[in-house]
Every structure is written in C-alpha cells, then in structure tokens.
C-alpha cells in the first residue's frame, strides 16, 4: 500500500489537511467572503468575453477552484476564468465553428477539456519546467498585446454597437464604423460605471480613512467597488425600463448549480483544437505559476510546478464536466485572497460553496444588469495588465529581447492572440536555442600573484605564446558544438608558436553525444596540426561519463585537476617568469 507521503505528492490536501485548525477555518472564510464578492461580476464578465451566457462564468468557478484546493500546491491561488485566457477561448471557438458544425457552447467544454488533459498529461510525466523556456518578456509582452485587445474589443459593450474583428486594426475598424450607431444610454451607463471602478481602484479605500473607517473596512469596501457599480447600474435599468430604449442587458439566468456536462471528443473537434488548447494549456500554466511562486515566497512556501500541472488540469476537466470553459490561476484574485489572510486551498472550497449559493439564489437579481458595467469591469481589470515598461527595460538591457517583445506585441495587436502567442513561444525557444548555440569562450591567463584564472580582454594576465586555454563558458551540445569547433579552428591556424591547446570546463555541466564526437573530432585535426588537446576542470559528473567513452584514451594532452596545474605543467617557464614580469606591471598600474 502507498506510503502517506505518496499519497500526499499527489494529493497535497493531506498535507496541510492534517494540521488544519479552527484559526485556519475563520481566516479562509473571511478570505473566502471577500473573493466570493469580487469574483461574481468578474466570472460574469469572463463569461462575455469568452462569448458564453454569463452564468459559464459561474460554473466554471465552481468545480474548478474545488479540484485545485485538493490537488493543487498553493495555499492561496484562486483558480477560474481569467482575462487572457479567455480571450483565446473566444479566439479558438471563433475560428472552430465558423468552419465546423459544432456548438460554441460544446466546442467550449471540449477545449477545456483538452486543456486539462494536456496539463495532466504533463504533470504526470514532470514536465513543469516547459515554462522555463517561455521568456519573460515575450510573455510580458503578449499579455501587454492581449490586455489591449481585451480593452478595445469591450467598447462595443460601452457603445451598444455590434462590432467583431480578431485584432487592434479590425476591431478600430469596426468601432468607428459604427459610431453613428451608439446608443448614449449605454454609452453613459458603461462610461460612469468605468469612471466608477477607476476610481475605487484609487480613490475609494484612502476617501473612507479619511471618513473615518479603520483600514480592514475600507478595503473590504473598496474590493466590492465592482458589485456596488453592478447593485447602481442594474437599479437603474429595472427602474427606468432603459432595456426598452436599446440597453443591452443580460437577461435570465438559470438558477442551478453547474450541470453536468459531456464535452464532444470527436476526432475532428480535438484535431482542431489541439493547437488552441496546448497554448491555453501553456500560457494558463505559466501566468498561474508565476502568480504561486511569488505569493509562496513572502510565506516561505514551496510550490511544486509538476503537482500545480496536474492541479490545473484536473480543474480544467472538472470545468469540461459542469458546463464551464479554460481555466487558471487569477492574478488579481489570488491577490486578493493572500491579502485578505487566506492560510490555506479551503479558502477556495469556501469561495465555490458561496459562488454555488450566488448561483442558485442570486441570479435573477442580474436579469437587469446592463452589459456596459460588465465590460467596464473587464476594460479596468485588464488595463492593470498592460505594461508597457518592459519595452523599455528590454531596450536597455537587451536590443534582441527588445526585438522579441516588441514583435510579440505588434503580432498580437495585428493579427490575433493565436498568431501572437505562437511567435511569443516559437521567439522563446529561438532565443533560447541562438544563446546557446554561441556560446561565451574565453581566452584566459594566469592573474599574477594567484592561481587564478581570467579573460586577457578583461585583466591584466600571464600568458605562455606555446599555450592556449580556452574557458567554455556553457554546456556543450549539439547546438553549439560546430560553434566550438570553428572557434578553435579560427584560433590556432595562423598561431605557429601554439603547441598546447587546453579546453578549461568548470562552466560545463553537461556534454552529449554530437558535442563528444566533436571533441573527438578536434582532439584529431589539433594532432594533424601537431597540437595536443587537454582539459581541466572537469566536474565530477562529466568525467564519469568521458570515461566510458574514447576520447580520454586517445587525448593527444592530459586531463588536468585544475588550470594552475595544466598551465605549470605546460609552461613551466612562464609560470616564473612572466608572472614575475606581470605583477611588476600591475604594481605600477597600482602606483
């Protein structure tokens, strides 16, 4: 039978189950009652976005959030719909049944469903360190993109206009096509509900202690900005009957727990989704993780990035299963709930038990509720997305990860978040792969004095014109070996004085089969030319696996411990003298 600590790997609710005490219970249910508040407009608003009837919103917070609590590893991430991802959801189902004979609402459940299965997939096989080759800036960059997109693609709602596209320039189009259209009840509705939540953003939590009203309240007031411009706007339009004089409202809502559903697992519906998914399935992953590493660390918390991709997917099929859409962890909720002292996931179970309690007795009272004020809640939650300050950080510190960024972002902006999202991943990799495929060599010498070793562009060194070390400063693999190989080529040839060439590897961890038949390769034409080869400081590891291969056997030089021993065995001479002569130098420099 399984030891408990296995069974807590994959169920980390015995983990922190069996400690959970009374204390823990009031601190998440008070956690719990804040996010409830925040998160019923916005799973509302999520909804819209993703193009589903507003209660998917409700579902697909529900089920979800309860399956993370079980099996995620964050004690405060608050898991459902989110901006970004449901911008793609709505991306993908667009695409999918404008050429298929499906339903958005089923093609809906089919793609969270394959997302979840994507992310469990990964988890069991421990894939969690996926993400680290998504750069930060190409993702900062893509969100950025996508937070605008979600922006202006909301002032249709604000209008009271029909008006569709994929990307900035389609959806401007559209916009001011339509103008002479807007509706100015909507437009004033959308515009002060706007104004509004700007505004209790700011302004709210800072007007109350100045009233008088100690801190706790004023921010628990301030969190429920977004239901009081709901509660506002929604009396409005009952009152005044504007639904009669063109203001879009979002009409009934079943009042039910989340049903069951079956998404359709066709062929030809995965096949087209597959690609859809795997990038929800990505980017879900890593907004989520990097929003659970950084609350985990002002706890001194662990997460586990394997266990929160099994977590994620099992949210993502229990979304498939109770009518919902994709899902992840929410920054500005997660927020919220670490802020308002949630201890533990049962924070989250309390949050699905009140948005359960929401659906069921509180939906009728949005029958009114006008569309405006829900795409002012999305346009404000969003905009804290947009950052355009890693343009320029990127700018100064690195012209190419400039480049990515900005062609992520003018990607995204101008044909879609499928295609932006894609190069923001294809970007990642390529960098990665360029980075690595040039590796950093440098030519070292002895600093005089010591047994160290560093680069003759950088410091005033001791060097033997017979001896050449070269400092590898990265693995070697299949990517970077050629580079290797000519480096060296390119050095040695037109130097007749070279009789020793030492490879220095103390920055190498790792060296596979293409980057050993290369060695192999130099070892031989070094000998051609009359040189021998040598390495040193090779790690532990390394040389365990150079020892079951050839290369050491037929090593033209030795295997040196250290690059002191290597050059004192190699330049004997210079090691007296010229260190002698080089210190006196540095001396003067000194004086």
């Known amino acids: 039978m399984p030891r408990m600590s296995t069974w807590s790997r994959y169920l980390p609710i015995l983990d922190w189950g069996r400690a959970y005490s009374g204390a823990d219970a009031l601190s998440d249910l008070a956690a719990a009652i804040i996010v409830t508040i925040m998160l019923i407009p916005q799973s509302l608003a999520y909804a819209m976005l993703a193009g589903l009837p507003p209660e998917a919103g409700l579902y697909a917070s529900i089920v979800p959030i309860l399956l993370y609590s079980i099996f995620g590893t964050s004690r405060t991430l608050a898991v459902g719909p989110v901006a970004v991802v449901s911008l793609m959801t709505a991306a993908a189902l667009a695409d999918v049944t404008a050429t298929m004979d499906v339903g958005y609402a089923a093609a809906a459940l089919t793609l969270a469903g394959l997302s979840g299965a994507i992310l469990l997939a990964m988890g069991v096989l421990r894939l969690g360190f996926v993400a680290n080759f998504l750069s930060h800036p190409v993702i900062s960059g893509f969100i950025t993109a996508s937070g605008l997109l979600i922006a202006v693609s909301q002032l249709k709602h604000l209008m009271g206009v029909e008006a569709q596209g994929h990307n900035l320039v389609e959806l401007l189009g559209a916009l001011v096509a339509h103008v002479p259209q807007t509706n100015p009840l909507t437009l004033a509705i959308g515009a002060g509900a706007l104004a509004f939540l700007f505004w209790v953003r700011t302004g709210l939590r800072p007007t109350l ?27 409005l339009v009952w009152q005044l009957a504007l639904a009669q004089s063109g203001v879009a409202i979002v009409g009934e809502v079943p009042r039910s727990l989340p049903p069951f559903t079956v998404p359709d697992l066709s062929l030809e519906l995965l096949g087209a989704l597959l690609m859809p998914a795997t990038l929800i399935a990505i980017i879900g992953f890593v907004e989520s993780i990097s929003v659970a590493q950084t609350l985990a660390t002002k706890r001194r918390q662990r997460i586990d990035p394997d266990q929160e991709l099994i977590g994620l997917g099992a949210a993502n099929i229990g979304a498939s299963l109770t009518g919902g859409f994709p899902v992840t962890g929410g920054f500005s909720r997660s927020v919220v709930n670490f802020d308002a002292g949630a201890r533990t996931p049962a924070a989250g179970a309390f949050t699905a038990i009140g948005l359960a309690i929401a659906a069921l007795f509180l939906t009728p009272l949005i029958y009114f509720l006008p569309k405006a004020t829900l795409a002012a809640t999305i346009i404000v939650a969003v905009l804290s997305l947009v950052d355009f300050n890693t343009l320029r950080h990127a700018w100064t510190y690195s012209k190419r990860d400039f480049g990515a960024v900005a062609v992520t972002i003018l990607l995204t902006l101008g044909f879609g978040v499928e295609i932006g999202v894609t190069a923001g991943v294809v970007l990642s990799v390529l960098l990665f792969l360029y980075d690595t495929s040039r590796p950093h060599v440098a030519e070292v010498g002895l600093v005089p004095g010591t047994e160290h070793f560093r680069n003759i562009l ?20 299949f990517a970077n070996a050629r580079f290797l190989e000519d480096y060296i080529y390119n050095r040695v040839i037109d130097d007749p004085k070279l009789k020793h060439v030492v490879l220095m590897c103390s920055a ?8 050993l038949e290369t060695l192999e390769m130099i070892n031989i034409r070094l000998g051609e030319l009359g040189l021998d080869l040598s390495l040193s400081e090779v790690k532990g590891p390394v040389m365990d696996r150079l020892q079951r291969a050839e290369l050491l056997s037929h090593l033209t030089g030795s295997v040196y411990l250290s690059q002191f021993a290597a050059y004192r065995a190699l330049a004997p001479r210079a090691d007296t003298q010229s260190a002698l002569a080089a210190q006196d130098r540095a001396d003067k420099l000194c004086g």
């Open 209 to 235: 202690m100045r009233l008088g009203l100690r801190r706790g309240a004023a921010e628990f007031l301030a969190k429920a900005g977004p239901v009081a411009a709901i509660l506002v706007t929604t009396l």
């Open 508 to 515: 190498v961890n790792e060296i596979d089969m293409s980057a």
């Open 458 to 477: 950088r410091h005033q060194v001791v060097t033997d014109p017979t001896v050449l070390t070269l400092r590898i400063d990265q693995s070697l693999y």
